[in-house]
């Protein structure tokens, strides 16, 4: 009995630790993204590959084109973005603002920490776009401006 109160209180305090993220849950996305898709699709489909840049390759591309997208919230975004030319898409609202997503550039995601831009990334690439980055670490791990 008693291994089995203490495996419950374990349990509980996992589940507790786990739900106390800032960040919106990838989920949430996942279950538009079945509105958006049929399943049947989605099996059949074959996906790019998602590569993970840093910010300095980051910014070397948004040089040369690459699109930049934010997909923190409004009210992150007001404390601060990567660059003035970033262009934010919440994470939420990407199902509804797909087509605001151009096809023929390289697509450089980014949030807080990475979580969500990944997300984001993968719901792209299942979306038909082939060319989406994941910028690593989020606004988290970009360098300090000089």
């Given at each position: ?11 509980m ?10 960040e ?33 390759k ?5 040089k ?15 404390k601060g ?9 919440p ?25 969500r ?5 993968k719901?792209l ?14 606004i ?7």
């Amino acid at each position: 009995m008693n291994k089995f109160l203490a495996i419950s209180f374990c349990a509980m305090l996992l589940t507790t630790a786990c739900n106390s993220s800032e960040e919106p849950k990838p989920q949430a996305v996942a279950k538009k993204v079945e509105a958006v898709q049929p399943a049947a699709a989605v099996v059949e489909q074959k996906v790019a590959p998602i590569t993970t840049v840093d910010w300095q390759k980051a910014f070397e591309m948004h040089k040369a084109g690459a699109v930049l997208i934010d997909v923190r919230t409004p009210a992150e975004v007001a404390k601060g973005m990567a660059a003035p030319t970033a262009i934010n898409i919440p994470l939420q609202e990407m199902p509804q603002r797909l087509s605001e997503f151009p096809k023929d550039k390289d697509l450089l995601i980014y949030c807080r920490s990475g979580k969500r831009s990944m997300a984001a990334s993968k719901f792209l690439v299942e979306n038909g776009y082939t060319r989406v980055f994941n910028v690593e670490g989020g606004i988290l791990a970009l360098p300090p401006q000089n």
